[in-house]
Structures are given as structure tokens and as C-alpha cells.
């Protein structure tokens, strides 16, 4: 069946996005063309929008509409503390839970699967942060899984050689979940119960 080149094209893109296949592509695709006018439209300007107007922060690499972000700006936060997670969705997470110091966010976590690597992630500008001082606890709390867990070890590694107390958020997540999906209870728990790593 041939269809139109720009409807193939809307499929394909939407297709390379995550935990999209070609099945659920193509129903969104003709969705979107069945749908009023200014419902695509409004998707289209909305993803252009958000796209345009934030940015990576140079200090955490939190996403923000504003460089440095929102939350590195804030002098009213414990500045002696950060917070090492996965993505800007688990900072939103622990926000809603009530933490109040900084983050450092790696942009993923590493990945033999996927190919993905320490060097891919922001490890470096992590371990020179924490040398410049002014941090004096680092608590990693990267998913409870297996990829999370083996990004948390590498860290503990890397950042063993300096003077800062280290620790892991509690095991208080149920197992299979990522901590954008657990409630705020449960993640002020998982920073209240972290434990030191050796
Ligand atoms: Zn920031």
C-alpha cells in the first residue's frame, strides 16, 4: 500500500520516539490526521516551542527556560548537597517530594545494552564539581535497577578519592519501578533512609 510521502514521514518521526513502535506510530500518524486542524497544529507548535525555549544548564544539566537553571540560581537551597539522577523527570520527582538541595542530572545512566558509556553521560563534569569543592555529601540515586545500580557503583568509584560523604538513596522503591513512578512519600523515605557506601 503507497501512501503518501508525507504521511510516511510523520510515521517515521514519530517512530524514533521512545517506546513508540511502527504499530502505535502509524495509529497516532492518523490520528493526528483525522483529528481537527488545530490539534495538530497545536502539537506541532507546542514541541517547537518547548524545544526553543529550554536549555541544558551549564552547572547541573538540569532542562530549564533558564541558564544557569532555576534551582542552581536558588541561594535559599542547601548548596553542601547533591543529588545525582538519571534525568530531568526523576529532579521534577524529587522536587515534588520536598528536596531542597542541588542535583546533578548524568542525561541517562550507563548501558552495555544500549551501548551507552560513562563518557556518554556528564560523570566528568560531576567528578570536577565535587573537586571544586563547596559539596560536602554526594548521594547517588539513580534507579534501583540493574543499569541504575551499575551506574551508582561506577560513580562510588569515581568519586572514592574525594573528601565528600557518599551515599545511595534507601532500597525503599519497589522493585521494577523508576522513581518517576513511585509516590513523593516513598522518595522523601529513599533520601530520609540513604545509606553511606563505604
Ligand atoms: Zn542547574
Redo the contacts with the bound molecule.
Keep these: 500500500m503507497s501512501r503518501p510521502k508525507s504521511v510516511e514521514r510523520l510515521i517515521e518521526s514519530l517512530g524514533r520516539l521512545p517506546g513508540i513502535g511502527p504499530k502505535t506510530s502509524e495509529r497516532l500518524a492518523f490520528h493526528l490526521l483525522r483529528a481537527e486542524p488545530k490539534v495538530a497544529r497545536e502539537l506541532a507548535e507546542a514541541i517547537v516551542a518547548a524545544r526553543n525555549s529550554t536549555r541544558v544548564?551549564?552547572?547541573?544539566?538540569?532542562l530549564?527556560e533558564v541558564?544557569?537553571?532555576s534551582?542552581?540560581?536558588d541561594e535559599e537551597r542547601d548548596r553542601s548537597r547533591l543529588l545525582v539522577v538519571e534525568d530531568p523527570r526523576d529532579v521534577a520527582a524529587f522536587e515534588t517530594a520536598g528536596y531542597r538541595g542541588?542535583?546533578h542530572v548524568l542525561q541517562g545512566r550507563v548501558s552495555a545494552l544500549e551501548g551507552i558509556r560513562a563518557e556518554d553521560l556528564t560523570v566528568k563534569p560531576l567528578v570536577e564539581r565535587v573537586r571544586e569543592g563547596g559539596v560536602t555529601e554526594v548521594c547517588l540515586a539513580t534507579n534501583p535497577d540493574l543499569e541504575g545500580e551499575g551506574t551508582a557503583s561506577l560513580l562510588a568509584e569515581r568519586l572514592r578519592d574525594t573528601p565528600v560523604r557518599l551515599t545511595r538513596i534507601a532500597r525503599g522503591i519497589p522493585a521494577g519501578s523508576t522513581i518517576v513512578q513511585v509516590s513523593s512519600a516513598i522518595l522523601a523515605d529513599a533520601i530520609e533512609g540513604r545509606r553511606d557506601l563505604g
Aim: with cysteine.
Design positions: 544548564c551549564p552547572t547541573c544539566f538540569n530549564d541558564a544557569p537553571c534551582i542552581c540560581a542541588l542535583y
